[in-house]
């Protein structure tokens, strides 16, 4: 049985900027059993790239808004945590960095407005490269664009997460 895990990121797995996975994520996932087959993707709105990127075109610092190299480094390092809870899994990550109306800047698809939760085209990315093949589908988010996303993307809603997120399930 193939089985795909998609998860936001900020507030749902990690404090936003940290670097660190929840105890009770790790823990969580340590249960599960994720394995050989098994795929766990991020699905993540990072638009304090876009806006980081906006200002600086616009001749001001960027303070405390990451760069994408910064930001990618940190989700790496996050997939990094999961191997080693999981080490067979196939990782996938989606990001948008697309921030919002003129007050965001950047090129290429992860820059694209209908790109950033509530739309669902990142989790529709990850099924596409899974090619809709799985068995079961969790998605785990902690805010209510995530659960947007999820009705968007035609998931059905399974109730709360044990350690309060809300957890989307789909079984094929
Ligand atoms: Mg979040």
Redo the contacts with the bound molecule.
Sequence with gaps: MARVLIL?V???IADRDKESLYPAFEQWLSEQNYTHGDTIAFATNQGGVGYGNHLERAGMERGIYPTQTAVTQRLIELATQIKQIAPDVRIIIEVCYYYKDNMSAGEGQAYHPLRRKPNPAMLFSIMEKLNYKFDELLFV???DD?ILAGLSAGLTHAGKFGFKLPLWECHE
């Design positions: 936001d900020d507030g749902t988010g902690d805010s995530d």
